[in-house]
């Protein structure tokens, strides 16, 4: 089987090339984050940042277009595939992408349609006193 989750954080605006009969490829850097932590002897592991290249086709990239902007985190879903090319210079280069088969949108949206920054803190803790559903806003 050939599948990969990812949530992660994207690394510049998405790159949109069209052809033949009105379809499109999106192209995405997305990194992932594995965060840091201490050794029992005191010893500091550094967070790692990996980067992915994401390939979006057809309908889901027409959505990529118009919605997602460097900074949104995203939740994907896709398949591992490696290909060589020739780059301008004649050498021959390897590179591996995540084939996007389905998108969903992490980073939420303020009411102008652009996206808000990620509160950090979780909602509906212990001490939440439910505030947002009296007074008659939605809780999400």
């Not at 499109?24 to 990996?50: F, H, I, K, S």
């Not at 280069?93 to 992490?106: C, G, P, S």
Request: aromatic share 8%; with cysteine.
């Amino acid at each position: 089987m050939n599948k990969v989750l990812l949530i992660g954080n994207v690394g510049k605006d998405p790159e949109i090339r069209y052809f033949e009969a009105d379809q499109c490829v999106a192209n995405v850097t997305l990194a992932t984050t594995e965060r840091g932590y201490t050794l029992q002897n005191g010893t500091d592991v550094p967070d790692r940042t990996e980067w992915h290249n994401l390939v979006f086709y057809r309908g889901l990239a027409k959505v990529v277009e118009k919605y997602v902007h460097k900074g949104d985190k995203l939740y994907v879903e896709g398949r591992i595939r490696s290909r060589s090319y020739d780059d301008k210079q004649g050498v021959k280069r390897y590179t591996t992408e995540i084939m996007v088969d389905n998108m969903e949108m992490l980073t939420p949206k303020t009411s102008n349609g652009t996206a808000a920054p990620v509160d950090p803190q979780p909602t509906g803790t212990s001490g939440d006193t439910g505030q947002k559903e009296q007074s008659g806003d939605l809780p999400f």
